[in-house]
């Protein structure tokens, strides 16, 4: 880590970030998994947020509030808009000159996807998203388990909180206000890339299919989603210069 940037005033209002060696370097802000719950924080993407700083990008591994630490509606995504949002001007102003804020990309995983693809709806102005394994109908999740890890981030199933899902779920929200990109492994046991693909189908989404990949390779160095997911970043952070 090079940098740590507070973004608000809780505990978990804090952002890891590392920088490349190149100056006015896109920005990614990595959004992590593990079913929105306490006990799972950014540390498991550290490896992905180091490589790729290796392909010229600025990384900001960022923590939120989660279900059992405070989390859970609306703070998880309180949070969540509030990071976007603040970051990219909060990185910038403490490290001049090395990152563009005008290039500046979300990039979440698997629970952390569905926050990035709640974020591409008018948070904040960004080059895009990259959902990884999202969570992409949290409505539809809710039915599969009742009772589990969606219902206990909006506090119930779409039943018994509709309005909560209609503000929250991505797969209700319709075409997004930014580039989506969504890279879903074909080997993904946890979340099956039929979700992905029906959500991309809904939404204009752009999905890519990731040969070989379950749900942990998509985040995984050098892994069989690698190059799509650095080449995704690459064309989304790319601005035309005038």
Do not use: Q
Not at 4 to 9: D, K, L, S, T
Not at 120 to 134: D, E, I, M, R, S
Request: net charge negative; hydrophobic share 45%; proline share 8%.
């Amino acid at each position: 880590m090079d940098l740590a940037v507070r973004y608000g005033p809780e505990p978990d209002h804090l952002a890891d970030v590392v920088f490349p060696p190149n100056l006015a370097a896109p920005l990614v802000l990595a959004l992590h998994g593990g079913s929105w719950l306490a006990d799972i924080d950014r540390t498991y993407l550290d490896p992905v947020v180091r490589a790729l700083t290796r392909h010229g990008f600025a990384v900001a591994n960022v923590e939120y509030r989660r279900v059992g630490g405070g989390g859970g509606w609306p703070a998880t995504f309180d949070d969540v808009a509030l990071a976007v949002a603040t970051l990219p001007r909060l990185i910038d102003a403490e490290r001049p000159g090395r990152v563009d804020v005008a290039r500046t990309v979300v990039l979440g995983h698997s629970a952390g996807g569905t926050l990035a693809l709640w974020a591409a709806h008018g948070v904040a102005a960004l080059a895009g998203v990259v959902a990884l394994a999202p969570v992409a109908d949290l409505a539809d999740a809710s039915r599969r388990e009742p009772g589990g890890t969606v219902a206990a981030l909006l506090g119930g199933g779409p039943e018994d909180v509709p309005e909560r899902y209609a503000a929250a779920d991505p797969a209700a929200l319709g075409r997004p206000d930014v580039p989506v990109v969504v890279l879903h492994g074909d080997r993904d046991t946890a979340l099956p890339v039929e979700l992905s693909r029906a959500y991309a189908g809904n939404t204009g989404a752009e999905l890519l299919v990731a040969p070989g990949a379950g749900h942990f390779d998509v985040v995984a160095p050098d892994g069989p989603a690698w190059t799509s997911l650095v080449d995704t970043l690459t064309k989304l952070s790319t601005v035309e210069r005038g």
